[in-house]
């Protein structure tokens, strides 16, 4: 069975420091991944996501994640933190063998606080 | 705002009521999807339409009734629902391809009193 797990329910991290979202991940097969942002009363908005080839992925907002095989990890990062990417942030999950149209497996979200 | 909107944005309905969520996507996808999103809980799948057909339904309650009448539109119809059923409804699509990402709409809000 697919699963998707976001240890932390928030990180809170300074303005101007590196943040680091931390995700995990269990499929059957070789992993489709992506990261979704939600701000407060809005639907999720895409980030980034993994598919195949280099293992850093870079996205939106200056985001980037760093796929890790043998840690089933995919951590969602940004070297300098901003007041306005507080949000909550969902990590999710398709199996790549899975049937085209299955939806994707989400994390419970990450609530990122940033502060000034 | 992304190519997916939803209508209403905020509802409030008794439990006796019936009434429609809206969705309409202008992405040219042939998947769509409902999620409830409930406070402190996460994300739940609720129903997945492929080609118009239904896919997917997890063991959702009859007393909500999808609607997929062309690969554009979804509705989401409500009838005698409880006020456990308050929560953030969002609609989603998709190209039918596993390494697509979903595009969501921003949700319609609903109260159930």
């Known amino acids: 069975a697919q699963s998707v797990a976001q240890p932390e329910d928030q990180v809170n991290v300074a303005e101007g420091n590196p943040l680091t979202v931390k995700c995990t991940y269990s499929v059957s097969g070789n992993p489709y991944l992506f990261w979704y942002v939600q701000y407060p009363n809005r639907g999720l908005q895409f980030l980034l996501k993994?598919?195949?080839?280099?293992?850093l992925v870079k996205g939106s907002y200056g985001f980037e994640a760093e796929f890790n095989k043998s840690q089933t990890s995919f951590h969602l990062k940004k070297p300098s933190a901003l007041v306005s990417d507080s949000a909550l942030y969902f990590c999710?999950?398709?199996?790549?063998?899975?049937?085209?149209?299955?939806?994707?497996?989400f994390g419970k979200g990450t609530t990122l606080s940033v502060s000034s | 705002e992304t190519g997916v909107t939803q209508t209403p944005r905020h509802l409030v309905m008794g439990m006796t009521n019936k009434k429609s969520l809206k969705c309409e996507q202008h992405l040219g996808h042939n998947a769509m999807y409902w999620y409830k999103q409930s406070a402190k809980k996460p994300l739940e799948l609720m129903f997945v339409y492929s080609l118009e057909e239904r896919v997917e339904n997890n063991s959702v309650p009859s007393r909500f009734s999808p609607e997929c009448p062309n690969s554009s539109h979804l509705f989401l119809h409500l009838h005698t629902l409880q006020p456990e059923d308050s929560a953030l409804y969002l609609c989603?699509?998709?190209?039918?391809?596993?390494?697509?990402?979903?595009?969501f709409g921003p949700g319609t809000r609903l109260t159930v009193l």
């Open positions: 993994y598919i195949t080839g280099d293992n």
């Open positions: 989603a699509s998709s190209q039918l391809l596993a390494g697509d990402e979903q595009f």
């Open positions: 999710a999950v398709r199996d790549m063998d899975a049937q085209a149209g299955t939806a994707l497996i």
